[in-house]
């Protein structure tokens, strides 16, 4: 069966809804038996499925962010009604508040801390050396 079968327009929307939601594209795939391979071939074929592809998975990061910050809440909450803490769960939510962090500071550009060098180097005159806030 070929790529333009499985992959409709519809089975695109449902993908990239359920990557907005967070889920990896590991697990959506698989639950639609489709192929990442595929998919993969797909999004170096056609950049506006890339484009909206990018989109979802930042969508994602956003949502999962949200997620984050429920878990943390959530565990203070129970902190303070239970007046301990559960070390298993709070390390748990320290994990998934990490790895959120680390997509978004390297998958989204507005969340990453990263500042950007622009250099340029002629022999004739001095080396300028200059640092702009991101955006």
Do not use: C
Not at 44 to 51: F, G, N
């Amino acid at each position: 069966m070929s790529n333009k079968v499985k992959f409709t327009a519809e089975v695109l929307e449902a993908i990239f809804s359920e990557l907005a939601l967070g889920k990896s594209i590991k697990k959506v795939l698989e639950a639609k038996s489709l192929s990442w391979e595929g998919f993969r071939k797909l999004l170096h074929k056609k950049p506006k499925i890339r484009q909206e592809y990018e989109i979802a998975k930042s969508d994602g990061v956003d949502y999962l962010l949200g997620e984050a910050t429920s878990q943390l809440e959530s565990a203070i909450t129970d902190f303070k009604i239970n007046g301990k803490g559960d070390l298993a769960i709070s390390h748990l939510v320290k994990e998934a508040v990490a790895l959120t962090k680390w997509k978004a500071t390297h998958l989204l550009p507005k969340y990453s801390n990263k500042q950007q060098v622009k250099h340029s180097f002629n022999a004739e005159t001095p080396l300028v050396v200059k640092w702009e806030k991101s955006q």
